[in-house]
């Protein structure tokens, strides 16, 4: 064997066995996007994310298909939103800010997902935010309790 394919072959090992890793790291910024039939702020939260970093596909799905997709990731019927999001196993349901996207992530609770409920103006896709109401992320656990995540005050 010469030494430049002794060289090629050492190359190709390691990027061999980066590729696993990278594929890791990669998932983490995918969202799914579950998104109400021609609603307008689903839209909205889409690009958000969008731009900030994350991967986004989405599709739209109208009334009750709509429903069984949010119960059937588990989200609580008191905090359901207009869409849905899904990334690394976790759902993201509502207007969930890019931060606590990233710190769910980061943190990995024993959790099903996030939760905004309603659609509180100044939230993410629903208004300028230096105009925002008072609302909390929610964490919903396994066992469908919820906990305060995140607080965000009025602007």
């Not at 069984?68 to 800010?97: A, M």
């Not at 990233?102 to 939230?123: N, T």
Request: proline share 6%.
């Amino acid at each position: 064997m010469t030494s430049m394919t002794r060289r090629a072959l050492i190359c190709a090992a390691a990027v061999a066995g980066a590729l696993p890793r990278l594929a890791v790291a990669r998932s983490t910024d995918l969202i799914h996007v579950v998104e109400g039939t021609g609603c307008e702020c689903c839209k909205q939260w889409t690009r958000y994310l969008q731009d900030n970093g994350f991967e986004v596909t989405h599709e739209e799905r109208f009334g009750v298909l709509l429903m069984q997709h949010k119960l059937d990731l588990g989200v609580p019927v008191e905090v359901s939103s207009c869409h849905t999001g899904l990334i690394d196993g976790y759902f993201l349901e509502g207007h969930v800010p890019a931060a606590d996207i990233r710190k769910l992530l980061a943190e990995r609770p024993d959790a099903r997902g996030l939760a905004v409920p309603g659609m509180p103006y100044g939230s993410p896709g629903m208004g300028p935010e230096s105009k925002r109401e008072a609302y909390d992320v929610l964490l919903i656990r396994k066992d469908g309790n919820a906990e305060v995540f995140t607080r965000y005050p009025a602007a």
